[in-house]
């Protein structure tokens, strides 16, 4: 019980480095959370500070989620013999943890991003057949509607759906685990569903790819 709880907030720990933070060390420049929709994550990256810089915290924040489900639960710690648990089932919980520490960082006041890119990594890593359709929805929600809320949204529920019909059903851990990331997701947008009620939601429009061709 001890290595998975050193193993959780092992997970909880890396979620806490933030790809803009790091980022932003690496490049200079301004606190994501001081510019734009003061979100730390890919999103306001690529508002704020341009494409290149926004590839950076993303493909740092979706390496964490893979880092933390994989890597971590693999590391043998050293100390007397342990009830085994699954390492597939460890992987989810420290999924969690990873998120977790993502949306709430410790060590930056629990000022976080939406874990949308995280969750990425750790469907790809523990749930790879889940993510081809979790990003067909989230890239075709962005190129109709330019809301990038929706489309995150909308991706955690077809990984959930998916998992629900095709992957072990809705009881299973990674059923439990897709329906807990959902949650959490749609928690995170909570202030975007908002926005999109009142019709001030910031909206993507060059993202918008159909609106354009049916323009023409």
Same mark, same amino acid.
């Given at each position: 019980?001890?290595?998975?709880?050193?193993?959780?907030?092992?997970a909880y720990l890396l979620g806490g480095l933030m790809g803009g933070d790091i980022m932003r060390w690496l490049r200079g420049g301004a606190?994501?959370?001081?510019?734009?929709?003061?979100?730390?994550?890919?999103?306001?990256?690529?508002?704020?500070?341009?494409?290149?810089?926004?590839? !950076?915290?993303?493909? /740092?924040?979706?390496?964490? &989620?893979? @880092? +933390?489900?994989?890597?971590?639960? #693999?590391?043998?710690?050293? %100390?007397?013999?342990?009830?085994?648990?699954?390492?597939?089932?460890?992987?989810?919980?420290?999924?969690?943890?990873?998120?977790?520490?993502?949306?709430?960082?410790?060590?930056?006041?629990?000022?976080?991003?939406?874990?949308?890119?995280?969750?990425?990594?750790?469907?790809?890593?523990?749930?790879?057949?889940?993510?081809?359709?979790?990003?067909?929805?989230?890239?075709?929600?962005?190129?109709?509607? !330019?809301?990038?809320? /929706?489309?995150?949204?909308? &991706?955690? @529920? +077809?990984?959930?759906?998916?998992? #629900?019909?095709?992957?072990? %059903?809705?009881?299973?851990?990674?059923?439990?685990?897709?329906?807990?990331?959902?949650?959490?997701?749609?928690?995170?947008?909570?202030?975007?569903?908002?926005?999109?009620?009142?019709?001030?939601?910031?909206?993507?429009?060059?993202?918008?790819?159909?609106?354009?061709?049916?323009?023409?």
């Amino acid at each position: 019980m001890i290595e998975i709880l050193l193993k959780i907030l092992a997970a909880y720990l890396l979620g806490g480095l933030m790809g803009g933070d790091i980022m932003r060390w690496l490049r200079g420049g301004a606190d994501l959370r001081q510019s734009g929709s003061g979100n730390v994550g890919a999103t306001n990256a690529l508002r704020t500070r341009g494409k290149g810089f926004a590839l !950076g915290v993303l493909l /740092i924040d979706i390496g964490k &989620g893979v @880092v +933390a489900s994989l890597a971590i639960p #693999a590391i043998h710690v050293p %100390g007397p013999p342990q009830a085994p648990l699954p390492q597939l089932t460890v992987g989810f919980l420290c999924g969690v943890a990873v998120a977790m520490g993502h949306c709430y960082p410790l060590f930056q006041k629990f000022r976080g991003g939406k874990g949308v890119a995280t969750l990425a990594g750790v469907f790809g890593a523990l749930l790879p057949a889940a993510l081809p359709w979790m990003l067909l929805v989230f890239v075709l929600a962005v190129i109709l509607t !330019g809301y990038v809320a /929706i489309a995150s949204i909308g &991706g955690a @529920v +077809a990984a959930f759906v998916y998992v #629900a019909l095709f992957d072990g %059903g809705v009881q299973s851990a990674a059923g439990l685990f897709a329906l807990a990331m959902l949650l959490l997701v749609t928690f995170k947008h909570r202030e975007n569903i908002a926005r999109l009620l009142e019709g001030s939601e910031h909206r993507f429009d060059k993202a918008m790819i159909v609106h354009k061709w049916l323009a023409r």
